[in-house]
């Protein structure tokens, strides 16, 4: 629905609209951001947000932490962007190559809008081979205060994170015209390896 207010599409390639956070929906969108987080985490000192637009429409929560003096720690999972392609082809009908331009501009949304907040880089194979890890890594990173037990949190995640939840896997024999891609994404893996909080790397500089 937002998208639509602004007159483009989740699935859009390119920039939002000029000054899009000055729009009269980003403001009708923000009031109903702000009346949830009134409703459903007001006093809380931890509480997580999944949004699976959160990459693009980050400056819009962004202005809303800073109002309400919440101060946000981010968790950046990527995942081979020919599996995400792949899985955009199967559900959403798109042809590979709007898939990787998509995951493309994800990433680069998401790593710009989130370099002045503490954050955690983790790949989605890392989560699902060893989710243990990948949990006490976020924690170490963010400087994350755990509510309950470490041993019951290692249950829950256990539980949940499975390896059967990858429906599709990278192909190494991919298609050359893609392969920069691939590129991109070792790229990024590469630098978050070096440090928490790593610069966006070279190759996402002039997406736009």
Not at 59 to 73: A, M
């Amino acid at each position: 629905m937002f998208f639509r207010d602004l007159g483009c599409r989740w699935d859009c390639i390119g920039n939002c609209p000029d000054k899009w956070l000055e729009e009269d929906a980003a403001k009708v969108a923000q009031e109903r951001i702000n009346r949830l987080l009134e409703r459903n985490y007001k006093g809380k000192p931890l509480f997580v947000i999944k949004d699976p637009r959160m990459c693009r429409l980050f400056p819009l929560w962004s202005e809303i932490f800073q109002e309400n003096h919440i101060n946000p720690k981010v968790i950046l999972i990527a995942r081979h962007p020919f599996e995400v392609a792949k899985s955009l082809e199967k559900y959403h009908n798109f042809n590979l190559l709007k898939g990787h331009l998509l995951w493309l501009r994800h990433m680069h949304d998401s790593l710009v809008s989130s370099k002045t907040y503490a954050r955690s880089f983790i790949t989605y194979d890392s989560l699902l081979t060893d989710p243990i890890h990948s949990l006490n890594q976020i924690i170490e990173h963010l400087r994350i205060e755990p509510l309950t037990p470490m041993e019951s949190a290692y249950e829950t995640v256990i539980n949940i994170v499975q390896p059967k939840l990858k429906h599709f896997l990278f192909d190494s024999h991919i298609d050359k015209n893609f392969s920069h891609f691939h590129w991109i994404y070792n790229q990024i893996r590469l630098q978050f390896s070096k440090k928490t909080g790593a610069n966006l790397p070279c190759a996402l500089k002039n997406v736009e």
